[in-house]
């Protein structure tokens, strides 16, 4: 027997080779030996199983005993073995809760629930219907006989199985299966015409129930696409057809039409119209939290690369259109609210990008953000002021900057910082020019001598201290103070000191010239011994 790890996706070839490897005995059946049409007779995946009662305490009376089933199902819907197995299983634990039984499998589940089972597959095959389906009745009576047959008393411990019958469907069960697909699928058109017709579309909402026959079509329909009444038919071709040239809006994924994004986007609005502010409050702060995580920035960041390289041109058009016109249709007051809007979220999800950063790099990201700000600044006003001049500029771009440069309509980057340069020289000058014209009002205002003083004579106004002389050692806080690097080398060590000019006095350099003359008696360094031998000579 083999258990049933989950495992990875195969496709049929996969499955097929997988099989042929592990499973020694099993041999993929010859699916062209009978002759038939492949469309009479297509291709399905036959599973026999095993689920073991073993999970439960060893006195009770089925403890150790098992139940054999089979799973046929069409290779169209299915991609492998272990899909078969796990929609049976899911088919039978779902069929027991809902459900009251007295005996058989479907009795122990109730009671003892899906952990008391092991569960696992005995053999499978990948063949025509007929042939695999014969396969999986001979393999399961024979499983069921060998293990005790069927199930004769819930009460004491037996040799026997929780099987109910004896096992095996046959061709019958098959054709009256099949009666029932078309019978079902026939039911389906007749709806499905009549609501084209009233209608003039093939979507049907999911909830939608015919008023007249209480049919439930937009459920059907569901069922529909995912392949039931399709899947396995011998005429599925023509079903598929058929469903095609029903309306020119038919889609077999309903969640990838328009209407299906129209009717999503209007609940959504409705939804957050009929909210309270509490309740709206709380959403905004959800959807914040949760789109400003780093990677929910990476898997948005994805899907938008993956959605544009996938993306047709008919549909980047579209795309691109239905911005223009969204563009279009609003005021000028509200594409500037939306403008603020946009770089306000922008800044601050880079913001938040920006603290997860170490304070260099945060430092440099900021200096070059505000660079590239002030660059297109000025770019703006370039653009502007060439559109300005008219004719052929009116509607020119970015890249035309260049030629308007080289033809001397806008000043060129070295031109624009010798204007700068000129700019800032007038401003110095500007600002000394108004000191000098209120030290020049300030002497006038005395009378007498100076009533018609002129600038020449703010010099001898300093001088006879009407102003306050600059150059005058007692002004010491109104000069700049200079400060003079002083060193004295010894034998064992370098005084290096900062004096200012103004401080200096006689008693310091008498000071430094003591701490020289004490070490005088010192072997002088190699330097100075040099310069001494020479002054000797």
Known sequence: MEDVPKPESLDANQ????????????????????????ADDPIYIAV??????????????????SYYGQSVRSADTYADQYAVANERWYEENNLATRESHACGLLAVLETCGEAAFEDSIVEFRIGKRSIVQAWADELEKKLISDNGGTLRDMDKQLKQTLNITKGGKGAKWWEGHIALRNKAFQKFKEEMEVYVECYDTSLVPFKYVDPVTEYKLGQQLGNFRRGRMRFGMSNKSEIDAWAEKLHEDWAWNGKKTDQYHRKLSEAGKNKWANADSAKKAKWIANNKAAHNTQESIDASSRRAKKQLENESIAQ??????????TEAAKSDEQRKLSLEKTSATLDKKRRNRFELLDPGERALREWLIESNLKEKEKQHKELASLRSLGGEWTNAKQSDIRRARALKLIPSRFDERKMNRDESLVAKNSQKNAKQKANLEFVRSLGGEWANATLRHLKLAREKGVLPNLNDPKNKSLRKKRKKRVTTTTTTKTVTEYKTESESSDEEEEDIESIVGSSSSAPLPKRRRRDADSDSD
Not at 15 to 34: E, I, P, T, Y
Not at 49 to 59: A, F, G, K, P, V
């Open 15 to 38: 499955v097929l080779m997988a099989a042929s490897r592990r499973l020694g005995k099993q041999k993929m059946l010859d699916v062209a030996s009978d002759g038939l049409n492949e």
């Open 48 to 65: 026999v199983y095993r689920r073991h009662l073993i999970h439960i305490e060893e006195s009770a009376p089925l403890y150790g005993i």
């Open 316 to 325: 980047r058009q579209s795309r691109i259109g239905k911005k223009l016109a």
